[in-house]
């Protein structure tokens, strides 16, 4: 599928910047702007289709200073949560059922912009953020040998607090933060529907 090619796509670039970003930006600590590389961990909350907490997922991130303190930039992430579902009886209408066991995959692709207040300029310079952008979700229900699919577009909104520490001078620093997101992706899917995509996790990366 086309959007599938492109997550897998998204996937390789994703990892090439991680092993170029090194070497494309000074590593050493900026006062003028930050990247932010991580490893993610998503758990759902009231998530009807898949509440699995799951590390399948990646962050990247980077902004500017235009005030002593306050960044702004661009963010895009992608996370993957799966759930296995036993053998039950689905009851698809009035007069049609299935009974199947199911593994169910929630996937989400927000991106967007950010602000970013930190409160020191040291080496270990906690923060708090707040992302606002879009979120692709796509929704797959595999069964028997039949896959179904249902992909949205929302609006999404995450907050977070979390720190860069650089703890060597001239040198990659490590990230850390904390966070909950939500998007207004809307699914129905067979028997599940999904008003709203609420999520919490923590983030631990590289920064430059």
Same mark, same amino acid.
């Given at each position: 599928?086309?959007?599938?090619?492109?997550?897998? /796509?998204?996937?390789?670039?994703?990892? *090439? =910047?991680?092993?170029?970003? +090194?070497?494309?930006?000074?590593?050493?600590? /900026?006062?003028?702007?930050?990247?932010?590389?991580?490893?993610?961990?998503?758990?759902?909350?009231?998530?009807? @289709?898949?509440?699995?907490?799951?590390?399948?997922?990646?962050?990247?991130?980077?902004?500017?200073?235009?005030?002593?303190?306050?960044?702004?930039?661009? %963010?895009?992430?992608?996370?993957?949560?799966?759930? &296995?579902?036993?053998?039950?009886?689905?009851?698809?209408?009035?007069?049609?059922?299935?009974?199947?066991?199911?593994?169910?995959?929630? @996937?989400?692709?927000? %991106? !967007?912009?950010?602000?970013?207040?930190?409160?020191?300029?040291?080496? %270990?310079? +906690?923060?708090? !953020?707040?992302?606002? *952008?879009?979120?692709? $979700?796509?929704?797959?229900?595999? &069964?028997?040998?039949?896959?179904?699919?249902?992909?949205?577009? !929302?609006?999404?909104?995450?907050?977070?607090?979390?720190?860069?520490?650089?703890?060597?001078?001239?040198?990659?620093?490590?990230?850390? $933060?904390?966070?909950?997101? &939500?998007?207004?992706?809307?699914?129905?899917?067979?028997?599940?529907?999904?008003?709203?995509?609420?999520?919490? *996790?923590?983030? =631990? !990366? =590289?920064? @430059?």
């Amino acid at each position: 599928m086309f959007m599938k090619s492109v997550r897998y /796509s998204f996937f390789i670039a994703l990892f *090439g =910047l991680a092993v170029l970003m +090194p070497s494309a930006v000074k590593a050493q600590i /900026s006062l003028d702007s930050y990247y932010n590389i991580d490893w993610q961990f998503n758990i759902p909350i009231s998530n009807t @289709f898949s509440n699995k907490a799951s590390g399948w997922g990646m962050n990247f991130e980077g902004g500017y200073y235009v005030h002593r303190n306050i960044a702004v930039g661009a %963010f895009i992430s992608f996370h993957t949560n799966n759930e &296995y579902i036993p053998r039950k009886t689905l009851h698809l209408s009035n007069t049609l059922a299935l009974n199947t066991d199911q593994q169910h995959q929630m @996937f989400a692709l927000p %991106f !967007g912009a950010l602000v970013r207040y930190r409160f020191v300029e040291r080496d %270990f310079q +906690p923060y708090v !953020g707040l992302k606002l *952008g879009a979120c692709y $979700s796509e929704f797959n229900n595999y &069964y028997y040998v039949f896959t179904k699919v249902q992909d949205r577009w !929302g609006f999404f909104l995450s907050p977070e607090v979390g720190f860069n520490w650089y703890p060597w001078p001239n040198s990659v620093g490590f990230h850390m $933060s904390i966070y909950y997101n &939500y998007a207004t992706n809307k699914h129905d899917i067979m028997t599940y529907s999904q008003n709203g995509l609420n999520n919490v *996790g923590f983030r =631990l !990366g =590289l920064a @430059f």
